[in-house]
């Protein structure tokens, strides 16, 4: 349920139909079955001695026959008298018509009788089996559609997890960092504790608490948090879980959500991506009044006459509350917005210490280090570079996970999987080297460039080569140099491609659409030039619905357009010529860069320094075994 989670989930609790009352259902059935069984195979005749219709005309000729019983005309059974004068019974096949048999048994006195043979017990079994099927099939689609919620007919009823009391709660302590969310939720958290000590004060705890952030951040993990805390019972659903094929489904689930919350009270009711079904009404491209609709309203309803006092939180996440319908969003329904926001670096180095506890790690790995060199980086994500790299070293058989194993890791993560085995022509692998020292080179000649941290030819997904940069810094804002100078960074990689080979290639496609995107924000949403101002030109087209942007919808003159194109290019002018500038009076370096880059595949900040006789930088926090952030865009060349 949890994306980053240490298996600290309290599994669900069985349903109530789907245990011991089934197992006793089955134990009952199958003794029916058995008794069934053994009344029909008993078997209450004595012994019975077989003979041969010879042997019973000897005996019938020495008077040792008592009683005769004639069977399907071809069948004699009866008694007759051993040698110690007891009686034993006897079987025999009459093997031929015999016209001398009946005046025979007459003369001698002996008592005849005749009998019609019965039906055999296996025959009667073989005729009830397919009764007994049947009547098994019966009982197991009911037993399944007990233990399943009777989702046949139960169409409106919720399909919210309980989870209370089981295993290892969930608490604070699980979620590293947060201390702003988790300072907002401890209200939550002494609401559920002791509610008289707020309503005695006359104040309202919030109905409910929307927590916001990006993918990734926690926020599930956060209301379980709360849960484990209070010591609460805690439903889960999502909010897709509401609203299916059939109309009033996901309205009448609301109701029967909010009526568990009711009798559960104190209880948490967790809604997870409340966006899908909380999205404002009528954004819909099938008109206002849909399935999804209708869900909505009787969630507006069932917040709007929910009462405080009933101990029943509601909580939700999403990661888009721009989309949310404002009806939510008034006070008294999601009241309070509680932003788990993404992890600083000494979150992050928290979050690797609860995620490495997991794990044998050698004494010379750095958390610390690996903090600084994932910024941007969830804890989802952080998670995730944590088993990458315990799978790398399982993999080669080492005792503990090392520095390189998370280098591996976050290459992987951020990049995609090494090709190594990916053949590429000896032009092309040098016009990669060329193209990937033209953005490294960059990096130590620009003055708000982040500093470089590898650059490499090695293909990675569908880039055959990626300079990366590593900001000194944990960054929430970026001046106008700073993009400036990552524009001339995207520009190198052509500028150096042009310069050697006097042509491009098809690799610079993503620099350049990099380049220009910031360009054009510069221009239209930063207002960072001098030719139009401090001005917002343009509001993106984003439908509600689709939650995606589509456009961009003009609200200026077509001379303004003018202007607009025109400062974009002259951005993107001087970019690309301050990088001819740079690479042109330093093209022995770029060309060294680029063998050594051919010779060794992949360098990092200490040798590219080397390489190009610059000092090392001081207070250099790169490590041993390089990590960094998120690639910068580079070629696919």
Not at 24 to 47: E, K, S, W
Not at 182 to 191: P, T
Not at 235 to 252: C, I, L, P, Q, R
Not at 272 to 282: F, I, S
Request: net charge negative.
């Amino acid at each position: 349920m949890f994306n980053d989670q240490n298996n600290k989930t309290p599994q669900p609790r069985p349903p109530l139909t789907g245990g011991r009352p089934n197992r006793f259902a089955l134990f009952f059935f199958l003794v029916i079955v058995g008794i069934f069984i053994a009344y029909f195979f008993r078997n209450d005749t004595p012994a019975v001695k077989e003979i041969s219709y010879s042997a019973f005309t000897n005996y019938l000729e020495r008077d040792e026959i008592s009683s005769v019983k004639i069977m399907d005309t071809n069948i004699i059974e009866g008694t007759f008298r051993d040698n110690t004068g007891g009686l034993k019974q006897f079987k025999t096949l009459i093997p031929y018509q015999d016209p001398s048999l009946l005046p025979t048994l007459r003369e001698r006195g002996i008592n005849v009788s005749g009998a019609v043979t019965g039906v055999s017990p296996w025959r009667i079994f073989m005729e009830f089996l397919p009764w007994l099927i049947g009547f098994g099939f019966i009982w197991f689609m009911m037993r399944n559609m007990q233990g399943t919620g009777n989702k046949a007919f139960q169409f409106g009823k919720s399909r919210a997890k309980r989870y209370q009391d089981e295993g290892k709660k969930t608490t604070f302590a699980d979620v590293a960092g947060q201390v702003d969310a988790k300072y907002e939720l401890e209200e939550v958290v002494s609401f559920l504790k002791s509610p008289q000590k707020f309503t005695k004060m006359g104040a309202r705890i919030p109905k409910g608490v929307l927590l916001v952030g990006m993918p990734g951040t926690g926020k599930t993990l956060m209301a379980k948090a709360v849960a484990g805390e209070a010591g609460v019972a805690y439903f889960h659903m999502s909010g897709s879980d509401f609203v299916e094929m059939f109309v009033g489904v996901g309205a009448s689930r609301v109701r029967d959500l909010f009526e568990q919350g009711r009798k559960n009270a104190p209880c948490i009711i967790f809604i997870d991506e409340l966006d899908a079904v909380g999205r404002t009404r009528g954004a819909g491209y099938g008109g206002g009044h849909d399935e999804r609709e209708q869900t909505l309203n009787q969630l507006l309803v069932e917040m709007d006459g929910f009462d405080s006092k009933d101990g029943v939180i509601i909580l939700a996440a999403t990661n888009r509350p721009d989309v949310l319908d404002p009806a939510l969003l008034r006070p008294g329904r999601f009241d309070r917005q509680v932003v788990v926001a993404m992890p600083d670096i000494k979150e992050r180095e928290a979050i690797l210490k609860i995620h490495a506890e997991k794990i044998p790690l050698s004494t010379e790995v750095d958390l610390g280090r690996i903090a600084r060199a994932t910024p941007g980086m969830s804890g989802a994500e952080i998670a995730n570079l944590v088993n990458e790299a315990a799978l790398f070293a399982a993999r080669q058989d080492k005792p503990t996970v090392e520095m390189p194993d998370f280098e591996e890791a976050r290459d992987k993560v951020l990049m995609g999987v090494a090709r190594k085995t990916l053949v590429v022509s000896e032009k092309e692998r040098r016009m990669t080297a060329i193209h990937e020292a033209g953005h490294a080179l960059l990096h130590y000649f620009l003055k708000n460039a982040d500093p470089l941290h590898k650059v490499t030819i090695v293909p990675h997904g569908r880039a055959l080569g990626m300079a990366m940069s590593l900001p000194l810094e944990d960054s929430y804002s970026r001046t106008r140099g700073w993009i400036e100078d990552r524009i001339v960074i995207c520009y190198g990689g052509w500028v150096a491609e042009k310069l050697f080979y006097d042509e491009t290639t098809t690799g610079t496609k993503q620099d350049l659409q990099q380049a220009t995107e910031m360009a054009r924000r510069m221009v239209c949403e930063w207002g960072m030039t001098e030719e139009m101002g401090p001005v917002t030109y343009g509001q993106e087209d984003e439908p509600i619905f689709i939650g995606k942007e589509i456009a961009r919808h003009k609200e200026y003159s077509e001379d303004t357009a003018r202007l607009i194109d025109g400062a974009v290019k002259k951005i993107l002018d001087t970019a690309k010529g301050f990088a001819e500038t740079i690479l042109l009076a330093h093209k022995d370096e770029l060309e060294k860069l680029s063998d050594a880059l051919i010779a060794r595949e992949t360098l990092i900040d200490d040798e590219v320094r080397s390489i190009l006789g610059l000092p090392p930088r001081e207070n250099s926090a790169t490590l041993s075994v390089p990590l960094g952030e998120t690639p910068s865009p580079t070629p696919e060349a």
